[in-house]
Each structure stands twice: as structure tokens, then as C-alpha cells.
């Protein structure tokens, strides 16, 4: 049986990704580059999924001037484009590893979208969107989208389309939330900026992941970082742990995560074998310089290695 997802993504970027030792504030930083990637949290989605072998159409929109790297990323993994052109650039985010990790990111700005062309988009993706079996909305608003419009589309695709998974942050994150989401994925910071308060350890944090279910969000999944990520359903709390990895890049692992939670729900896994799937695959992401699964042997591998520990 075929099972088809989707990916939006209404905010994409170029990546563009290197490894800094120190970053020194006013000097001129040496850079390794790692690579210059078509992205966009959506697109890093659907490359897990295509590598997990699940069809995929990619939508949102796109900057006519410099599209042609991402025509050739949909192209060499076979993905079904349905994104909109509208005029200018899509932007490009820098985003620079230091020696423990730590991330800093430099997102330039891109293509503002009219009232048009959001009512085109809109109209276009509610004609085809329940043709599939899950739709992922993930990243940020692109200039010229209005979060209360935002949120009207995210509820008028939840009517068409139950299994709508929700990755996004700010003012995009409250807004989609209104929508109630089948399945959201914040990270342990923006979910304290949703709750309005610290949430210093699992219990805090699990308590206001109830609070996402008691408005209708069938599933949330919280990533922690190194710690690994925390599932919250009708069924229990679950928490995965990863092996210590040596970090090349952060970029991408929470969309990976995203991409692994999918498949293993399309595949009517259990909630402890798909969050231990998600971690692993969340895991090679940050050990190499792109998003991707390169070996299904060395995702086996990582996935023996993830500790699973239920909570509630």
C-alpha cells in the first residue's frame, strides 16, 4: 500500500553551513564549509521520508531569482514540487558550528508574498492536500503572511486533512497551535515560551505537554537537545536518549526527528519504536553535514543504541 506525504514549508532558505573552532565577535573567523544546502525545515522533512522510501510532494513557496538549486534537489531525490514562485530570493540562513556544538545562525531576510499570491497558495493547497495521508507544516512565515491568516488556512487544512504535523516556532507556533494539530513537535524552549514560564525538569515539561492535549493535540513531542526528546500521548510519556555523538552540524536534526516521527507513525509503528527511530535518525543527522539517512545499517545500529525510558 502506497502512503503519501506532504511537506509545506512557507519560509525556505539556502543553508549554508560551516565549522568556526571560536567564533570571535569583531575578527576576521576562518571557516571550514560544510556545504550550501536546499532547505527549509519542510524540505529537510521530506529527505528523511524519501530516503525511508515514502512518496513525498513538497509545497510552500519559493523566490523566483535563485530557485534553481531546489529544482535540483526535488529533481535527484524525486519529489513531486508544488511550490509557488513569487518574485525576489529566497534567503539564505548561515549557520556556523563552533568545537562544542553550539550553534550560531544568521538568517538573512527573502521574498515578501502578497495578499495574491497567499490567497492562490491557499486556494491551490486545500484543492489537492487530502489526497494524503499526513501533512507536514513546518518553519517560519515568510514576509508578508500574517499570522491570523496563517492560522485560518492551518484550521481549513485540518478539516480536509486530520494527521497535520506542526513544527514552527514565535509567532507561527502560537498561531497553528489554534488549528490543534494532530501531532507538534516544540523544542523544551519554545515550549516555555508557550506555557509563559520555566519549565526546569520532565515533570514540568509533561505537564504542560497535558495542557497541548487538553486542546485537542493528539500527540506532542518535545526535543531536548542532548538529552533527547520527550512523547506525550493518550497511551504514555516516553523519553529517548541518544549515545553521545561527535557534533558536525545541529542544523536539520529536529526536522530529521520530524521526518522519522512520520514514518513511523505511516507504518503504524508504537510510540516507543518510532521515538527511538526519530532520536537515531535526529542523532546521524548532527554527525554529518547534511540531512539524510546514508545507511539503513548504520540507522539500525544508532537505534540499538538509544535509551528508552517510559515515564507515566
Not at 484550521?155 to 513544527?167: A, G, K, N
Amino acid at each position: 500500500m502506497s502512503r503519501r506525504v506532504a511537506t509545506i514549508t512557507l519560509n525556505p532558505a539556502y543553508d549554508l553551513v560551516g565549522l568556526c573552532p571560536d567564533i570571535v565577535k569583531g575578527s576576521v573567523n576562518r571557516v571550514q564549509t560544510a556545504g550550501l544546502h536546499a532547505a527549509g525545515k519542510g524540505n529537510n522533512v521530506a529527505k528523511v521520508l524519501r530516503d525511508l522510501g515514502i512518496d513525498v510532494t513538497v509545497s510552500g513557496f519559493l523566490g523566483r531569482e535563485n530557485q534553481e538549486g531546489f529544482q535540483q534537489f526535488f529533481s535527484e531525490n524525486n519529489m513531486i514540487n508544488r511550490f509557488h514562485l513569487v518574485s525576489g530570493r529566497t534567503r539564505i540562513n548561515v549557520k556556523l558550528t563552533e568545537k562544542h556544538g553550539e550553534v550560531t545562525d544568521f538568517n538573512f531576510s527573502g521574498f515578501h508574498v502578497t495578499e495574491e499570491e497567499w490567497e492562490q497558495f491557499v486556494n491551490d493547497s486545500l484543492m489537492w492536500i487530502d489526497q494524503f495521508d499526513m501533512v507536514v507544516v513546518s518553519g517560519s512565515l515568510a514576509e508578508g503572511i500574517k499570522p491570523e491568516r496563517f492560522a485560518d488556512w492551518m484550521m481549513q487544512l485540518r478539516q480536509r486533512c486530520p494527521c497535520i504535523i506542526f513544527d514552527s516556532s514565535r509567532e507561527a507556533l502560537v498561531a497553528g497551535l489554534e488549528a490543534s494539530p494532530w501531532l507538534v513537535k516544540p523544542n523544551h524552549h519554545e515550549l516555555e515560551i508557550w506555557a509563559g514560564k520555566p519549565l526546569p525538569d520532565l515533570d514540568s515539561i509533561i505537564d504542560v505537554a497535558h495542557e497541548l492535549r487538553d486542546k485537542g493535540i493528539a500527540h506532542v513531542v518535545i526535543s531536548l537537545g542532548e538529552q533527547g526528546a520527550l512523547w506525550v500521548n493518550a497511551s504514555g510519556a516516553w523519553l529517548a536518549k541518544p549515545p553521545h555523538c561527535e557534533v558536525v552540524s545541529t542544523v536539520g536534526a529536529g526536522d530529521s526527528m520530524v521526518g522519522g516521527l512520520v514514518y513511523g507513525l505511516l507504518m503504524r509503528e508504537s510510540s516507543e519504536y518510532t521515538l527511538r527511530l526519530a532520536t537515531a535518525v535526529s542523532a546521524l543527522t548532527v554527525s554529518q553535514p547534511d540531512v539524510g539517512i546514508r545507511s539503513r545499517i548504520e540507522l539500525a545500529s544508532m537505534m540499538s543504541k538509544i535509551e528508552l525510558t517510559s515515564l507515566r
